[in-house]
């Protein structure tokens, strides 16, 4: 059965039969390219791959790839993604769905402002050239996109609803102005948020990031850290475990206590958090972040030395990363402040450092410092000679009894494992001691019971906090969605007024885009000067742009309807198509991109717009494409060009290349990318498709049996191994399948076999996720109208999965080398001793050593090498 809509390709089917020559139906050569323009021009003029409308009856799939940045053309990582991408899309419209797999541009940001001002030109200009680039690319290379939902995030039409999405989360206290230490890129000249510091460098321009004060814009994403948090266990199965722990571990919940301390000569207490309040009788110092409001006024009150000492400590801390500052194995540095805090449990005076290792944004920008028990306490203590008491018998967690104590004694010593003889902390499990009436307790019981203590003391209080930091968005530079908020001449901060959105940024001519720490925005006088809403007197614009993390976090929603003048989506459309079914994209995505959309779909949740708290039910993380072991750059000048390729051996070839070459989350060496055996595999299939004579009714259960078992086994198993992301294990079923076509050719009844008719149909229709232009080409050679990929997946007949042989696959580090034909009832030995026989496998191997078999008996042979 066709889907529904068929009917509209009518004309396309007669055009592209009508124009075909009898000579070009009978060649048998194998002409890629030609294939390529004959059908990409048939599926540009029948547009077979836009999603259904309203009244489709079909099931809908939202397929989506994560959207590229038009810097240029497309590379071998683009390549890979769309491929898996298509795939997908390509088989669930086999599988009779209404599949929507749109693409757009994420074209601000960054890159293309930087590139623009190295070549003196508009970045605008710049950015849709390279779309246009792109778009060709793809097209080129058979992508099923539906093009009629292409977007550009520079496009007004598109950054008119981010504005308007900021002015959600400003009317909701979602989006909100302080000061505060930001991270600054020295070379690109703007803020960062945290996530967008990689090893203490710009991930853009691989400066060393500093830190400076400014006043910048923020979404509060920290209101949303329990739900983001909690809400990951609904993807448990369906996103890579790696993903779903780098999101916890950077969400970083922890709960604990509030801990209020006097400080000597301050009238305000000050709060520390610590997940450890049961230590407290440990503590025997406090630290302050030297980058905190309060080192800076502590530090006012000491000596001149002191503040002398301080001020040069915080210039050195100012060049240091907070990723470097957390290092466990820094050497520990600080200056003592003169000042001390009063322990709320025993009224010990704990004397105050600055020192690095503490950061100002987590908890209050202080700690109380037990370094008995805390590894980073204990190795500053030693650097400072500072005092070390155990409060937890670690050696008592394994039995529960801790050891007698001497009931006159005010400290228990524990030589043995004294952590300021040994240098190392005891984190253990145990039971406490020198801390009064808890001694004897569990670290469970003893936690509850000083929360309790605290509370009623009026010192302290149980809290949750969090790694997690509110969201910085604006940026100070032109190529973005500028910010739309007006700031009077009496100090307020008011939006734009709905119905005068969008901002459109002005023209870059006559503009300095090179970076110099304040937006260029802020010297385009016409468009920054406005009036107040309010009063009607003279106002500026915040010259400020937004990340552009906000224009890719919740693009997938614009999809929907991506010409609308009056909403930034449909929720009637949101019900129908999203979340989205399949998200397929890099892992370098795992925490910036997905933990924003994640917030901002929660967000659009709580308005009522979607009914939806998860944006991408399905992840698919595929690895990157490398050349030697190596990542691929301009500037290591190891980089494989996409359109080389493509008129290398076609995009079919490249495509397959690419599937075969291994998992698709695993690393492949652009080494082991055949593209000329994929070419020669083309061939051989189409080769196929021309012998075969006969008719297209034939029926096919009259067919040589052997064959049509390895045909419906296909059937049966293909299902199965795209929904598993296994591509490279269907290509080898394809090659299994081609091979065993040629077979039955070569002998007995030949291409009239009905079963041959019946295999090339099949390796056509599988074929088409993978190498589109080929599989078009073969069902229209066998007789069939196009386009193939629409017609519907054919099932297996059970009768025929019944066999007393089977295809096992050898694999060789992750990637299929042979496959043998065996007893269904093979052993495993058996099994492992052929295929370490097999001529290909012994050719792949080379001089490797085998380090690890699996076995799986009759089906799979899989060898580790070193």
């Not at 600080?334 to 503490?358: H, K, Q, S, T």
């Not at 400072?384 to 008491?389: A, E, H, I, Q, T």
């Not at 808890?438 to 469970?444: A, F, M, N, P, T």
């Amino acid at each position: 059965m066709r889907p529904c809509g068929a009917h509209r390709f009518h004309l396309v089917r007669l055009s592209v039969t009508e124009n075909t020559s009898p000579e070009a139906v009978v060649d048998t050569a194998f002409d890629p390219h030609a294939i390529q323009q004959k059908w990409q021009a048939a599926w540009a003029e029948a547009d077979p791959f836009r999603a259904g409308g309203d009244d489709d009856p079909r099931p809908r799939k939202y397929i989506l790839a994560m959207f590229p940045y038009p810097s240029g053309d497309l590379h071998m990582g683009h390549a890979e993604n769309y491929l898996y991408s298509d795939i997908v899309a390509r088989f669930w419209r086999h599988r009779g769905h209404n599949v929507l797999n749109p693409i757009g541009w994420d074209s601000f940001g960054l890159p293309a402002e930087n590139a623009a001002i190295l070549r003196g030109a508009d970045p605008k200009v710049w950015t849709y050239d390279n779309i246009a680039q792109q778009k060709a690319a793809f097209q080129a290379y058979g992508v099923s996109f539906d093009w009629s939902r292409e977007l550009h995030t520079s496009d007004p039409e598109y950054y008119h609803w981010n504005q308007w999405l900021f002015q959600k989360l400003h009317e909701r206290g979602l989006a909100y102005r302080k000061e505060s230490a930001v991270n600054w890129c020295p070379v690109d000249q703007t803020v960062l948020a945290n996530e967008q510091v990689v090893d203490g460098h710009c991930e853009r321009c691989g400066a060393a990031v500093v830190k400076k004060k400014l006043t910048q814009w923020y979404f509060k994403i920290t209101d949303y850290a329990d739900r983001l948090l909690d809400d990951l266990n609904q993807l448990e199965g369906s996103w890579p475990s790696k993903v779903l722990q780098m999101q916890r571990n950077w969400i970083g919940r922890s709960t604990g206590a509030d801990i209020d301390f006097v400080i000597e000569g301050r009238e305000e207490k000050i709060s520390v958090f610590s997940t450890r309040p049961d230590t407290l009788h440990g503590a025997t110092f406090m630290v302050v972040a030297p980058d905190s409001d309060l080192a800076a006024e502590l530090a006012a009150g000491a000596s001149n030395e002191v503040r002398m000492r301080f001020q040069a400590y915080l210039e050195e801390v100012g060049r240091t990363s907070e990723i470097d500052r957390q290092s466990t194995d820094r050497p520990k540095t600080g200056v003592f402040l003169e000042r001390y805090a009063v322990n709320p449990v025993n009224g010990e005076r704990l004397p105050i450092w600055a020192a690095d290792y503490v950061l100002a944004d987590y908890g209050h920008g202080a700690v109380m410092a037990v370094p008995a028990h805390d590894q980073r306490d204990l190795d500053f203590a030693r650097a400072f000679d500072l005092p070390v008491r155990v409060v937890v018998d670690t050696t008592a967690s394994a039995t529960g009894v801790i050891r007698v104590i001497d009931p006159d004694a005010e400290i228990v010593e524990l030589d043995s494992i004294d952590p300021a003889k040994t240098g190392v902390a005891l984190t253990g499990e145990g039971r406490l001691i020198n801390s009064g009436k808890l001694d004897g307790l569990s670290k469970r019981n003893a936690i509850a019971r000083v929360i309790a203590q605290l509370e009623d003391a009026g010192t302290g209080r149980a809290t949750t906090t969090f790694r997690l930091r509110d969201w910085l968005i604006s940026r100070q530079r032109f190529w973005g969605t500028p910010i739309p908020m007006i700031h009077t001449d009496d100090g307020r901060i008011v939006p734009v007024p709905e119905d005068q959105l969008p901002v459109t940024l002005p023209s870059a001519e006559g503009l300095d885009l090179k970076p110099k720490g304040t937006s260029p925005l802020g010297a385009a006088t016409e468009w920054v000067t406005t009036v107040d809403p309010e009063t009607g007197e003279p106002a500026r614009r915040d010259p400020d742009t937004m990340d552009t993390f906000v224009d890719s976090s919740w693009y997938f929603l614009r999809f929907l309807n991506p010409n609308s003048d009056v909403e930034a989506f449909s929720p009637e459309q949101a019900r129908r198509w999203a979340p989205v079914d399949s998200y397929v994209g890099g892992v370098e995505h795992a925490i910036l991109h997905l933990l924003y959309a994640r917030f901002i779909t929660k967000v659009l949740y709580d308005m009522g717009l979607v009914e939806f708290t998860e944006p991408f039910s399905r992840l698919i993380n595929q690895g990157m494409v490398i050349l030697d072991g190596a990542k691929m750059s301009k500037s290591k000048g190891n980089l494989v060009l996409f359109n080389e390729e493509l008129q290398a051996e076609g995009a079919d070839a490249l495509r397959v290349g690419l599937a075969f070459a291994g998992p698709v989350e695993d690393d492949k060496d652009w080494k082991d990318v055949s593209t000329t055996g994929a070419h020669k595999f083309l061939a051989r299939a189409l080769r196929i498709a021309h012998d075969v004579t006969s008719a297209p009714d034939v029926v096919w259960a009259d067919g040589d049996t052997a064959l049509r078992r390895v045909t419906h086994k296909l059937w049966a198993d293909a299902p199965g191994l795209v929904e598993q992301t296994k591509f490279n294990v269907v290509v080898a079923r394809l090659m299994e399948l081609v091979n065993a076509t040629r077979k039955t050719i070569d002998s007995g009844a030949g291409a009239a076999d009905p079963a041959v008719r019946e295999a090339a149909e099949a390796v056509a229709l599988v074929l088409d996720l993978i190498a589109p232009h080929t599989a078009e080409e073969m069902w229209q050679v066998l007789g069939r109208e196009p386009f193939v990929g629409l017609e519907q997946w054919r099932t297996a007949d059970p009768s025929l999965l019944v066999e007393d042989d089977v295809t096992a696959v050898v694999q060789i580090d992750g990637k299929v080398r042979s496959s043998l034909s065996v007893s269904a009832k093979i052993s495993p030995e058996e099994l492992e001793a052929l295929a370490r026989a097999d001529e290909k496998v012994q050719r792949s191997l080379g001089d490797r050593e085998i380090v690890r078999v699996i076995v799986r008996a009759p089906k799979i042979v899989s060898f580790a090498t070193k």
